[in-house]
């Protein structure tokens, strides 16, 4: 059997959990971590390592310059501008 301190899992999550949350989730934790020690004992000695299991390929196209609005015309339109480019409020 796993043992595992719900408690202790709760406070680093910062979660305020009932008696009866604790005692829940710690029936589900351990099912979960007894599952996980299921699988890790599985031999895996001869798989090869995969970072997907479908084989992917990158479709790159040519970059071309394509004819495109002028910068008075994509700016026509907005808000605001500033020297040129797009004027957008501050985040920070």
């Known amino acids: 059997m796993v043992d595992i301190d719900?408690?202790?899992v709760a406070w680093l999550a910062r979660l305020d959990?009932?008696?009866e949350e604790k005692a829940r989730y710690g029936h589900q934790l351990r099912q979960i971590?007894?599952?996980a020690k299921v699988i890790s004992s599985v031999d895996?000695?001869?798989v090869p390592p995969t970072s997907?299991?479908?084989p992917l390929s990158n479709v790159m196209r040519e970059d071309r310059?394509?004819?495109?609005?002028?910068r008075e015309e994509a700016l026509s339109n907005a808000p605001r501008a500033?020297?040129?480019?797009f004027a957008v409020p501050r985040i920070m």
Do not use: M, N, Q, R
């Open 82 to 85: 500033e020297d040129g480019y």
């Open 17 to 19: 959990l009932s008696e």
């Open 52 to 54: 997907h299991p479908i």
């Open 44 to 46: 895996t000695a001869e």
């Open 6 to 8: 719900v408690d202790h």
């Open 65 to 70: 310059v394509t004819p495109s609005l002028s």
């Open 33 to 35: 971590l007894e599952h």
